[in-house]
Each structure stands twice: as structure tokens, then as C-alpha cells.
């Protein structure tokens, strides 16, 4: 019984620190997707029209991209609704 | 003779440019003559898709350098040829790195990409860059350039990219250094794609993107680093004594300034001069007149050798050594 106990405080503690460094991280993570969208967007500007960098450095450099074509995949998917993420990450309901 | 025609570090490299139909084939020509008459190792290369050079030197060019003298080499660049070559380097890369790619029709897609804009600014780049690669074979290199546009854009195009690599490489640091800060607090960062985990890289030497851009850099830097280089890139402007190559002329100096690419000297070529007065050309004397007034009065800090409008042009290698020795000793 006593060891039950135990492992219940051991892992209220455990969820407890993994919630203040998932909060501790919460806006550099982020600002890490900002910028990899950025750093898709700008590599791949000449579908949104906007001047883009040679093409051998792009063709040089994509293969090496998918989190970051995910991350603006998704950022394109969840555009509509970019104020409510910044909204939820600074706890605003 | 005239310091920035010799190598001084290494080999040196002579770009030829003008506006079309100036002379900038046989200048070349002559130079690359009267350069290997003088000893040096020099290697010619037409990089115009319009190509006479072989022309000029009365037999057919390769792009492999072919033994036209002593010391003397000439080649001319298949630009069509470069450009499918690229296409396909590039195409290999895709296929290699998108095996999934392959069951759409990529060919088609690349037929088309030859047309794309830029893209014979890069495959010129390139080819370029290959000849300089190998440099040290040769005391000089003399580029017979195809018109100024594409020329220009082609010597800007070193340092735009680099100004590209540089701010991919700032964002691209930035990203790095917050995974660093979070993978100290939760350890490295996994991605989930399609059932496959990655490990996502938080280190400049680890990461793969950032490893292609400073590669990329440093082979871009190279050539930017011969092309700013006075102790080894010329750029030689030819012109007709006439108003709108005057006005080319012009804008290819300060284009070049702007790039720091050295910019030497100016060849004013098919100057008429007559020792009787002929009312029918006294027009075109007087407009040649004020060009060469102006041009003596704008470019005081270029070399200007004046050439005279031969009765035949100078094509086979005695005709271009003496022309040459015009441009080489002034």
C-alpha cells in the first residue's frame, strides 16, 4: 500500500515538473516554428511570389527540409486560426 | 605591356564584354594571340551560345580546349549542352534524394525547366566556375563573354548569392539555437512523419541544411573571390565609336563597380579615321567625334586604346597578333 502511494506522488511529481518545462519551453518552441516557416517560406518564395534564392541552392537544400515543409504545411493549414494560438499559448480565453 | 592582362597571383582572368556586334569575339581573339606570343599559357573560351570564335580563328572549336599555337588554346561552350547538363545534375540530385518522386514523369518537368528564367545564368555560372576550378593549368584565361545583359547579370550573380546563403545561414542559426535550448530542458527533439522518427539535428556541424549552405557559400566565395580580385580578374569593355554602345558601356561600369568587379579598360573598336574630307560619312565622323570626346572625358580612370577600322577583318593568327599587340602594349 505504502509503496502504491509512493509511486502515485512520484508520478503527480513527475507530471508536475513535466508541465512547468513544457511551459518553460512553450514560447521558444514556438518561435522555432516561426522561423522554420520562415525558412521554407523564403526558400520556396517563388510560389507565393516573392523573389526567391538560386534555384541551385534550393534544389541543393530541399531534400533536407521535411520538418520544415511540415511545420509550413501546417502553418498554412492553421492560418485562419493563427490568433488563436497565440491567443491560447498566453492562457487568453 | 599592360599590368592587369598579366597574372600576378596565380592565373589571371580576362572578361571581354560589349554590346553584340562590337568586336568582342575578335578582340578576344587578338588578345589571347598576342598573350601566347609573349610566353603565356592562355586558354580562350567563347561563353557566347552565338559562338564565332572558331570563326574567327578559321577552324572548328570544342568545348574540350584544343591546341591552336604555341601556348594558344581555344574552346567554346555549349551552352545548350551545359544547361541539359545541369538540368540533369540537378534532376539526379531530386530523383536520388526523392526516391518517391519517381513515379511522376520528372523529364517532362525538366523539359521545361530549361526554359525557366535564370537558368543560363546559372548553367554560365557553373561552367565558369568549373574553368576556374582549374585555374592554375593556365597563366591566363580570356572569357569572350555573350552580350552585356546576360553577362552582367551572370558576374552579379556570385555576390546575390552569397548575400542569399548568408541570411539562409542567420535564420537557419537562429533555429538551431533554440532546438539547443530546448533539447536542454527536454533532451533531443524527435519528429513523427509517416510512422518514421527523425531525431531532429541541433548542431551547425550536425545539421544537414546548414552544412549545404556553408558549402555552398564557400564554392560561391570562390568564385566571387577571383571575379572582385584586381590581382586577377580584368574585365575589358569593347565599343564601336557610337552612341548607344557608349551608353552600355556606361552601365556595364557602373554595374561592375557596384559588384567590385575590376573594370580596366575600354576598346574602342572600328574607329574611322580619313586623311581627306569625304562630305558623304561627315556625319558619322562628327558623332564619332563626340563619343570619343565624351568617352576620353567620363572614363579617366580605365585604359582606352583606340582600333582602327581595318579594310578586311582580322581573322587567322598573324591578322589577330598585330591587332592584339595594339590592345596588349597600348
Known sequence: MPKRILEDIRAFLKGFGSSFKDQSTEYIEFEERELENVFALVLMGSFVGIPSPPTTLVVRLMPHMVKEMHVMQQRAVNMDDIFGEIAGMFDID | MREFLLPKEGFRTVFVIGKGGVGKTTTSAALSVALAKRGY???????????????????????????????????????????????????????????????????????????????????????????????????????????????????????????????LIEIRRKILERRRMIAKVHGDQK?????????????????????????????????????????????????????????????????????????????????????????????????????????????KDVEIVKVPMFPEEPRGLERLEKLGGMVVEG
Do not use: C
Open chain 2, 191 to 299: 519528429f513523427v512523419l509517416e510512422g518514421q522518427e527523425f531525431t531532429l539535428p541541433k548542431d551547425e556541424e550536425e545539421d544537414p541544411v546548414m552544412k549545404e549552405l556553408r558549402k555552398y557559400r564557400k564554392e560561391v566565395e570562390f568564385v566571387e573571390d577571383v571575379l572582385t580580385d584586381p590581382g586577377r580578374t580584368s574585365v575589358i569593355a569593347v565599343m564601336n565609336p557610337e552612341m548607344l554602345p557608349l551608353y552600355e558601356t556606361r552601365r556595364a561600369h557602373e554595374s561592375l563597380r557596384k559588384f567590385k568587379v575590376p573594370f580596366n579598360m575600354i576598346v574602342i573598336n572600328k574607329v574611322i579615321s580619313v586623311e581627306r574630307e569625304i562630305p558623304e560619312i561627315k556625319v558619322k565622323l562628327e558623332a564619332q567625334e563626340r563619343v570619343l570626346r565624351e568617352i576620353m572625358a567620363e572614363f
Open chain 2, 41 to 167: 599559357k592562355t586558354l580562350i573560351v567563347s561563353l557566347d551560345p552565338a559562338h564565332n570564335l572558331g570563326d574567327v580563328f578559321m577552324t572548328k572549336l570544342t568545348d574540350e580546349p584544343k591546341k591552336l599555337a604555341e601556348n594558344l588554346y581555344a574552346s567554346e561552350l555549349d551552352m545548350e549542352k551545359l544547361i541539359k547538363g545541369y538540368l540533369k545534375h540537378l534532376e539526379d540530385n531530386l530523383k536520388h534524394m526523392y526516391r518517391y518522386l519517381t513515379v511522376i514523369n520528372l523529364e517532362k518537368y525538366f523539359e521545361v525547366l530549361s526554359f525557366s528564367p535564370g537558368i543560363e545564368e546559372y548553367a554560365t555560372l557553373e561552367a565558369i566556375r568549373n574553368i576556374l576550378l582549374k585555374g592554375d593549368e593556365w597563366d591566363v584565361i580570356i572569357f569572350d563573354t555573350p552580350p552585356t545583359g546576360l553577362t552582367l547579370r551572370v558576374l552579379a550573380l556570385p555576390r546575390i548569392s552569397l548575400i542569399w546563403a548568408d541570411k
